[in-house]
């Protein structure tokens, strides 16, 4: 470093992260290497306290989604930069003055992010309804996949952080709050999702030779079918020895930061080395070591597949946008 301070490597930093939607990588989470670590400490102090947040890309392009879903920290990103909207917050919490232990620490307090304002508000709207913040955090972001919502405040989405309006009718609320929770479940757990039963071009995995599994399902960049500009998104060609095959179109159809989650996941399951630094990019090693399977990227890339036409059916299941006036 240009500082000359010299940093003693801790094993117990690392921490898995969200680095693009559907792509995970290890994080040194501490702020000697981190320059912007922001508020995520606050969201996620360790690995074993729970955490759930909405996380928002600026400067909204009009293209797709609005938000997505994590439990983990995620990279925040550089073009227009990232906000995020936790379910709770963690604070150190210290003892009152005079009391047993006073002075010491007594270790992390979990406070809910939504205020009282916030769920006063809620009730105020649907008098007699019982109401509680995770309603109105699940409810938000059931509300941000509404397309119905990106139309009429797109043009304030572009350039400000999204408000968000009471639906006319209870019934509504809890339709959206319900697909909201649905869609946070399936894209936070989108690897223990089921892969999608494509078909392969060499036939029934079940009959595949497969000598080295390593080498087998290796990754260097997986590719569409047919050539430019006709190229097939039904076939994707995962290396010499895979090709899936009947991919339905309307998988595609799930854009998240104006691009489809499985390009998302086409783009990061790759061999990749920075010019600029000579750093290689390999997720095999990802596979390998962390999830101690080869074909995590092909099964990622099925399970994304799911994800997408799961969402996309509770997304068109949305009611219309009737507002409270």
């Not at 306290?49 to 990103?77: C, F, T, Y």
């Not at 955090?137 to 119905?148: A, K, R, T, W």
């Not at 489809?260 to 596979?287: F, H």
């Not at 099925?302 to 409270?324: F, G, H």
Request: charged share 25%; net charge negative.
């Amino acid at each position: 470093m240009s500082s000359n301070v010299e940093l003693i490597f801790d094993q117990n930093v690392l921490r898995q992260s969200t680095y693009r939607p559907y792509s995970k990588q290890w994080l040194y989470f501490d702020r000697s290497l981190v320059s912007d670590i922001g508020k995520m400490p606050r969201f996620f102090p360790d690995p074993s306290h729970e955490n759930r947040m909405i996380v928002l890309k600026m400067r909204w392009s009009g293209d797709g989604n609005l938000a997505l879903m994590a439990n983990e920290p995620i990279e925040l990103q550089s073009d227009g930069g990232t906000q995020c909207f936790p379910l709770y917050l963690y604070d150190q919490h210290d003892e009152e003055p005079g009391g047993l232990f006073e002075g010491q620490s007594s270790g992390l307090q979990r406070s809910d992010a939504i205020t009282d304002a916030g769920l006063a508000h809620f009730h105020a709207a649907y008098r007699g309804e019982a109401i509680s913040k995770e309603d109105i955090f699940y409810y938000v972001y059931g509300l941000l996949h509404s397309p119905d919502y990106r139309d009429r405040y797109a043009d304030n989405l572009t350039k400000e952080l999204p408000r968000i309006p009471c639906v006319k009718t209870y019934a509504d609320f809890r339709a959206f709050l319900e697909a909201g929770r649905r869609l946070g479940d399936l894209h936070v757990n989108y690897e223990t999702v089921d892969p999608y039963p494509v078909t392969y071009k060499q036939g029934t995995p079940e009959l595949w030779k497969i000598d080295d599994p390593k080498a087998f399902y290796r990754v260097a960049k997986m590719k569409f079918g047919g050539k430019r500009p006709k190229t097939d998104k039904t076939t994707v060609v995962y290396n010499a020895n895979i090709t899936m095959t009947d991919i339905p179109l309307e998988a595609y159809d799930y854009i998240i930061n104006g691009k489809p989650a499985l390009e998302w996941v086409m783009e990061r399951q790759v061999v990749k080395t920075d010019k600029a630094i000579g750093i290689v990019n390999d997720a095999n090693d990802y596979a390998n070591e962390t999830m101690n399977d080869p074909a995590y990227p092909l099964d990622l890339f099925r399970r994304v597949i799911t994800v997408s036409l799961e969402t996309m059916k509770s997304v068109n299941s949305l009611p219309k946008l009737d507002l409270l006036k």
